[in-house]
């Protein structure tokens, strides 16, 4: 890849991690009082969109959801941040790890990890093809952990659609 036409030809995930952050109201709330899982999923796709774009240096469109945990439960006035990081970078595709935590808007106190996901994503061009991304190069222990356990999520996907046939 022509680094000075199309930009860099690898990133670490850093270069591409994104944090939301969005105060929960009573508008979000299901008949249980709780936030609405699909208000938290919109977030976390947000984010990973968000992640995936900058990695890519351009649009990204969520291709499939591969996991997605509701650990805990959200409360109006919870203060909900998302973190999302690109942990596999393929030809034009990447994946995406997300992880919630939520505390209250108004006190320093725990913070809760509410969910987490895994995301795959494609970047795309002008006319909705997809596009090559930069190479993901892991720089820390943590970073280069992640790498692989989404290098064998893809392995397994990969073996269930030849299952699948």
């Known amino acids: ?55 890519a240096g351009g649009p990204a469109v969520t291709v499939s959801v591969d996991r997605m945990t509701f650990l805990t439960p959200v409360h109006a006035g919870d203060l909900l941040s ?12 990447m994946d995406v790890g997300v992880r919630a935590t939520a505390e209250r808007w108004n006190a320093s106190g725990p913070t809760a990890e509410v ?12 006319h909705g093809a997809p596009r090559p991304v930069p190479e993901l190069r892991p720089v820390t222990a943590e970073e280069h952990r992640r790498h692989l356990q989404a290098v064998r999520r893809r392995a397994l996907r990969a073996d269930r659609r030849t299952a699948a046939g």
């Open 1 to 55: 890849m022509d680094s000075s036409t199309t930009g860099p030809a690898h990133k670490a995930p850093a270069d591409s991690q994104v944090t939301l952050a969005h105060i929960m109201s009573e508008h979000d709330t299901n008949l249980y009082g709780t936030i609405h899982g699909g208000v938290i999923m919109k977030l976390i796709d947000d984010a990973a969109a968000a992640a995936a774009g900058r990695h």
């Open 82 to 93: 998302v973190h999302a990081s690109v942990e596999y970078a393929g030809r034009t595709s």
């Open 115 to 126: 969910a987490t996901a895994r995301l795959t994503f494609v970047a795309i061009d002008e």
